[in-house]
């Protein structure tokens, strides 16, 4: 049997709750969602209590550091995107990323290079 793979979720807003968890639930064979982040406790909160009672973050770099999740589901403004998302590869995490991809052509351009330094 194949194993899940642990993913944590970085933000816990509308598009987290409503975009993403469904589809996430239509495919847990294959994720588990071990922890949470949003930088407001009571979002946090909320989301963890939604999704199984999982482990919650106020800071994303926490959840980057935590053993217990193998990718993130970034789910933040689209100005966050590039610079979570560069922390997330340092970190050693894959990462699912929404739409669009960046806040700018040229922080798109430089998130589709990040494929080749970490792949």
Avoid: Q, W
Wanted: hydrophobic share 45%; glycine share 4%; with cysteine.
């Amino acid at each position: 049997m194949e194993s899940k793979i642990k993913l944590g979720i970085i933000g816990t807003g509308l598009a987290a709750k409503n975009l993403h968890l469904p589809a996430l639930r239509k495919l847990e064979d294959k994720f588990e969602i071990t922890a949470v982040c949003n930088h407001t406790e009571a979002k946090a909160v909320e989301f963890s209590k939604l999704v199984g009672d999982v482990r919650y973050y106020l800071n994303y770099k926490d959840i980057l550091a935590d053993e217990n999740v193998d990718a993130v589901d970034i789910t933040l403004p689209i100005d966050l995107n590039y610079k979570v998302t560069v922390e997330a590869l340092k970190s050693g995490k894959h990462v699912f990323l929404e739409k669009p991809l960046a806040a700018s052509l040229i922080e798109a351009k430089k998130m589709l290079s990040l494929k080749r330094k970490y792949h």
